[in-house]
């Protein structure tokens, strides 16, 4: 089976590269947007040089492909979706037997949060052009909301706009382990919620922190403003501003309070707890 990963030099791509790789019944394409050093990469995985923004590239790429995992852009919205709907043009028409794409837990056009509308309408985008999907919609990841508690951890405060908002935060191995598993099954024509074992509060996720790194780390729910007023004056790009801003918005809605066992059913394992990252990360 002929099984190209986009986004293969990034943090989830390239996981999802090297479990695929380690099985011999896989020929992996590494689909990025630049050569890699051949060192960078497993023995026997190909490499396609494709940008999102380059159709001719994309279908070159997918020529004799057997199943996509389609990793999301990421930047300002529009242009996400164009570049999805590129590679859903390119799966399309090179036959495609199947995509496992990325998705997020909150994937909803009603949500205050950019990416969960271009996410949403990514997932229509490709049911839309015909070729058999399956769609991991995973939570946050503990790995990209732990930059906030880096910065807590300096301060002693975790001060966001998120009220009593839950985070079912989710080890982004997991989501690799995940994709890769919808991979190399039978396209499910659903989504699958890959979350975190549990859901917590951001005081709870700031205790958790605290306790792991034996240091005081408390949560300050902070109104959406000052946190656009505040993240304003570190001279953070608008788009990244608005994202984040969103993105708390859609958690003051609980719309990231799931906790289901999709992960278990596709890979067999218990997903990691927030603990344990931040213990094996420091
Ligand atoms: N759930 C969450 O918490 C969360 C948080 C942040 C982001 N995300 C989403 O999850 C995705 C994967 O996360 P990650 O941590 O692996 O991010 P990452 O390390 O930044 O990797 C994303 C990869 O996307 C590929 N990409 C970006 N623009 C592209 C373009 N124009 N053409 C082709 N490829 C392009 C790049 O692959 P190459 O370097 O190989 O070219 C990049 O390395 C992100 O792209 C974003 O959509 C989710």
Redesign the pocket.
Known sequence: MRIAV????????GRVVRLLADRADVDVVAM???KPPAEALPPRVEVAV????DPAALRTALKGVDTLVF?????PGARVLL?HRNVAAAAAAERVGHVAA?S?VDADAASPFC?AVTNRLTEDLFLASGVPCSFAR????TE?FRAWLIKARATGLLRLPAADGRISLVA?DDVARALAALAVGEPTGRHHDITGPESADLAGIASIAAEVWKTPVAYVDIPADTYCAETAATGMDPWWLYAFASLFASVREQRWDRVRDDYARLTGRSPLALRDVLAAQG
Do not use: N, P
């Open positions: 986009t986004g293969a030099a990034g943090g989830l791509g990025t947007r630049r494709a940008d999102y923004a990793v999301s852009s990421d930047g570049h990325l997020s990416y995973a939570s946050l990841y990209f982004r």
